[in-house]
């Protein structure tokens, strides 16, 4: 892996020092104790191009955003350990010397998975003393379960936190692994690499290109003094949208394991010609054939994209992002009215360059990229003809970016 390696620092703002302070409080509500008490923020992510592509080898291009999860932990003197959270109904209790082998179906699976991943780094960095328990309470103010990576945000945020009472000392590359090894092995989602790569290495004023095939990335200039990143939030959440996605990557992979035959040097879909996919592609199932093409059509999109951002040119970005909405609504299925609608409204109106789904889709946000200055114009047609044809509020926010993961206190 090659990644940018310093650990981010960054002046508190005042909002997010009052919603720091109240969780404090209610973690003191939730355990009862003495002992000190540290905090950490941990961001949520937008993508803006390379939809559906980490899990094929393709390139993609995100950002963290200045909203994410909130940990408060305590370090106990045995080996008992806790969740909570301002979020989630029920708590989990366990022991550090029993740990469930399988998922528990609760929220706190994804902490739970990180547990059992940083513990097995500890023992292979020689930690030989116990490692203590703890009670961690979670909060944040990231919509869950909306496209905006609350998972990885948890997930990296939790094996921060641990890091530090544990004093292991692992570079933010490690727990960005021992976050993504507790998504795909404990808790089951298939995802790319991604979202916590996006938490643990984006920095303000810059998109995160992620070459997902070989886990490189860099910074990409984003200039914020003109442009501004929107998410309209439909409201949908669908529970089957782990099982939708799942099928997604089978299908990925499947539609590989036939064209691979005719393009012997590729590694992953990501590397199959487009000419392979149009001269082969009988072979393939109707569906296997519309994913691929989703694919191959989107990894050229997201390089000229690329093309596009650093020599300035924010309306060829813009387009390449709304092309690959409808290719995701068109080819890869993954997109729903609410969010076809959200996107049309927000490209309608001056001065928006570009909208697409954000996360996996069936649901969630869509991310709107704009000139600034319309962000009232914008707030108000996405409110006001969302309400006309779904009868409900759309939820329209602003977002700055985020130094990543970090103690806040
Ligand atoms: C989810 C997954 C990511 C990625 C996106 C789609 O957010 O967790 O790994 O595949 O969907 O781009």
Redesign the pocket.
């Known amino acids: 892996m090659n990644v940018p390696e310093d650990r981010p620092q960054a002046a508190e703002e005042p909002e997010l020092a009052e919603l720091l302070s109240t969780h404090r409080d209610a973690f003191r509500e939730r355990h009862a104790g003495a002992g000190e008490l540290r905090q950490f923020f941990s961001p949520g992510r937008v993508?803006l191009m390379?939809?559906?592509?980490?899990?094929n080898g393709g390139p993609?291009m995100p950002t963290a955003i200045d909203r994410g999860t909130f940990l408060a932990i305590r370090p106990r003197g045995d080996s008992r350990i806790r969740f909570s959270s301002d979020l989630e109904a029920g708590t989990g209790e366990f022991s550090l010397d029993e740990l469930p082998n399988a998922r528990t179906e609760n929220w706190f699976d994804y902490a739970l998975g990180v547990v059992q991943e940083l513990d097995q780094v500890a023992r292979e960095r020689g930690a030989h003393r116990a490692l203590s328990g703890f009670e961690l309470h979670f909060g944040g103010n990231l919509p869950v379960g909306a496209?905006l990576?609350s998972?990885?945000s948890m997930c990296v945020g939790t094996a921060l936190a641990l890091d530090d009472i544990w004093e292991l000392e692992c570079p933010m590359e490690t727990l960005v692994d021992v976050a993504l090894q507790a998504e795909r092995g404990f808790v089951g989602?298939q995802?790319?690499?991604?979202?916590p790569f996006a938490v643990g290495f984006s920095r303000p004023e810059t998109l995160l290109w992620i070459d997902c095939k070989d886990a490189s990335c860099f910074h990409l200039p984003f200039d914020a003094r003109e442009l501004v990143i929107a998410v309209a939030d439909t409201g949908v959440r669908r529970e089957l949208a782990q099982g939708e996605?799942n099928d997604r990557v089978r299908q990925c992979h499947e539609a590989f394991a036939i064209l691979r035959e005719h393009a012997p040097n590729a590694e992953c879909l990501r590397d199959v010609p487009l000419e392979v996919l149009e001269r082969h592609g009988g072979a393939l199932s109707d569906v296997q054939r519309l994913r691929a093409r989703h694919v191959l059509l989107e990894v050229r999109r997201t390089f000229e994209a690329r093309e596009a951002l650093e020599a300035g040119d924010a309306e060829t970005f813009g387009r390449a992002m709304t092309e690959a909405h409808h290719s995701l609504r068109d080819l890869y299925e993954v997109s729903c009215p609410e969010l076809d609608h959200l996107v049309d409204t927000a490209v309608a109106v001056p001065g928006v360059l570009g909208s697409r789904l954000t996360?996996?889709?069936f649901g969630g946000c869509a991310v709107i990229l704009a000139r600034r200055g319309v962000e009232e114009e914008l707030a108000a047609r996405l409110r006001e003809s969302y309400r006309q044809d779904f009868g409900r509020e759309a939820g329209v926010e602003f977002f700055r970016g985020s130094p990543g993961p970090r103690q806040t206190f």
Request: aromatic share 10%; net charge negative; charged share 10%.
């Open positions: 993508n390379g939809a559906h592509l980490d899990y993609v496209g990576s998972s990885a989602v995802c790319g690499i991604m979202d996605f996360g996996a889709g």
